[in-house]
């Protein structure tokens, strides 16, 4: 490269850094962390973790719940306000996907999503924005695997038993790890004509609650029942709906995905429940380590990845605060 090229390409390189630096460059770090469920245990969690980060590292973390698109968008202009230079984001529904990221470009606000992938308008994840999540497939293996060696280990025939999949197909991290669920499922001897879906309106308990008992009161032939759904909530839904029939930890088992206070809470009563175990994941490499990446961005422009996928492992009441305390928790 001749000399006069070299100088114009170093001339573009600082023009472009000092496009990105942020726009008021005295404020201290700022950094939103918007969840679609406030109430549920595992995104206090996250906040708690993002906490943990914002003390270590010395910035300023506003915490927002946003249940619908309209809170969401609003979030968004009032951490322009309040002179924020980024947020996470679990968006109450993925397809706002263009929305969140039109305005948080309005508003130069750097953007990273956790939890739950943004998608565009035909439903494909948005490439270009920074997610960590879990592995959804891999950890809805977990569950089945869970479910189908309990299936033998309590020597159940696999012909009466029922599985309950509570589903929540419109997000795609649910879709993935129920679908993951009925693979092991199957792969463990379970027959496929035996597992049916049990659509959740919203994801909370009391909905997969109601799922759950349309279901086995439709299916009254079976004597013993497995339940999986995309959280804890789900299944502690699908358990109570159980319980309601007269269906009790002798012939249910349910496997969630969380492991936060909703599991834990199960697993401190004095009586075991037909919510048998949990697939913990870390609400500290959600919360903690995304905070950080975020920071990093904000004061050192340095990128977060791309995609980050978490992994998880099972508790149950007799190992979960063992297997906790090796994850950090
Ligand atoms: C989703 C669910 C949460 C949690 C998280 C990792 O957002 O709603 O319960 O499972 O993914």
Same mark, same amino acid.
């Given at each position: 490269?001749?000399?006069?090229?070299?100088?114009?390409?170093?001339?573009?390189?600082?023009?472009?850094?000092?496009?990105?630096?942020?726009?008021?460059?005295?404020?201290?770090?700022?950094?939103?962390?918007?969840?679609?469920?406030?109430?549920?245990?595992?995104?206090?969690?996250?906040?708690?973790?993002?906490?943990?980060?914002?003390?270590?590292?010395?910035?300023?973390?506003?915490?927002?719940?946003?249940?619908?698109?309209?809170?969401?968008?609003?979030?968004?202009?009032?951490?322009?306000?309040?002179?924020?230079?980024?947020?996470?984001?679990?968006?109450?529904?993925?397809?706002?996907?263009?929305?969140?990221?039109?305005?948080? #470009?309005?508003?130069?606000?750097?953007?990273?999503?956790?939890?739950?992938?943004?998608?565009?308008?035909?439903?494909?994840?948005?490439?270009?924005?920074?997610?960590?999540?879990?592995?959804?497939?891999?950890?809805?293996?977990?569950?089945?695997?869970?479910?189908?060696?309990?299936?033998?280990?309590?020597?159940?025939?696999?012909?009466?038993?029922?599985?309950?999949?509570?589903?929540?197909?419109?997000?795609?991290?649910?879709?993935?790890?129920?679908?993951?669920?009925?693979?092991?499922?199957?792969?463990?001897?379970?027959?496929?004509?035996?597992?049916?879906?049990?659509?959740?309106?919203?994801?909370?308990?009391?909905?997969?609650?109601?799922?759950?008992?349309?279901?086995?009161?439709?299916?009254?032939?079976?004597?013993?029942?497995?339940?999986?759904?995309?959280?804890?909530?789900?299944?502690?839904?699908?358990?109570?709906?159980?319980?309601?029939?007269?269906?009790?930890?002798?012939?249910?088992?349910?496997?969630?995905?969380?492991?936060?206070?909703?599991?834990?809470?199960?697993?401190?009563?004095?009586?075991?429940?037909?919510?048998?175990?949990?697939?913990?994941?870390?609400?500290?490499?959600?919360?903690?380590?995304?905070?950080?990446?975020?920071?990093?961005?904000?004061?050192?422009?340095?990128?977060?990845?791309?995609?980050?996928?978490?992994?998880? #492992?099972?508790?149950?009441?007799?190992?979960?605060?063992?297997?906790?305390?090796?994850?950090?928790?």
């Amino acid at each position: 490269m001749n000399r006069t090229l070299t100088q114009i390409f170093r001339a573009a390189a600082v023009a472009l850094a000092l496009a990105s630096a942020p726009a008021f460059a005295d404020d201290p770090v700022k950094i939103g962390f918007v969840v679609k469920q406030p109430e549920e245990p595992w995104f206090r969690d996250e906040w708690r973790f993002a906490e943990q980060a914002a003390k270590e590292k010395g910035f300023v973390l506003v915490k927002i719940g946003a249940e619908n698109g309209d809170k969401v968008l609003n979030a968004i202009d009032n951490l322009k306000v309040q002179h924020a230079q980024g947020f996470i984001i679990c968006a109450p529904d993925v397809k706002l996907g263009p929305s969140i990221v039109a305005k948080a #470009r309005i508003n130069r606000l750097k953007l990273m999503t956790v939890d739950d992938r943004l998608v565009d308008g035909s439903g494909k994840p948005i490439e270009g924005v920074p997610y960590t999540g879990i592995s959804a497939i891999n950890i809805g293996k977990q569950v089945g695997q869970a479910l189908a060696e309990q299936i033998k280990a309590r020597g159940w025939n696999p012909a009466e038993v029922g599985a309950l999949r509570v589903s929540f197909d419109q997000l795609p991290t649910a879709r993935d790890r129920t679908d993951g669920a009925v693979e092991a499922l199957i792969a463990g001897g379970l027959p496929k004509a035996n597992i049916f879906n049990a659509p959740q309106a919203k994801s909370d308990t009391e909905n997969a609650f109601n799922a759950a008992s349309i279901a086995i009161t439709q299916h009254p032939q079976f004597k013993h029942w497995v339940a999986f759904g995309m959280n804890d909530e789900a299944v502690l839904g699908a358990v109570r709906a159980a319980e309601g029939r007269g269906i009790n930890a002798a012939n249910m088992v349910g496997v969630g995905i969380g492991g936060s206070n909703s599991a834990l809470n199960e697993f401190a009563k004095p009586q075991p429940t037909g919510f048998f175990g949990s697939i913990l994941i870390s609400p500290k490499r959600h919360g903690y380590d995304t905070s950080l990446q975020m920071y990093d961005w904000i004061k050192n422009g340095k990128e977060p990845p791309m995609i980050t996928l978490t992994d998880g #492992r099972l508790i149950t009441r007799d190992n979960a605060g063992d297997i906790r305390k090796t994850m950090g928790l």
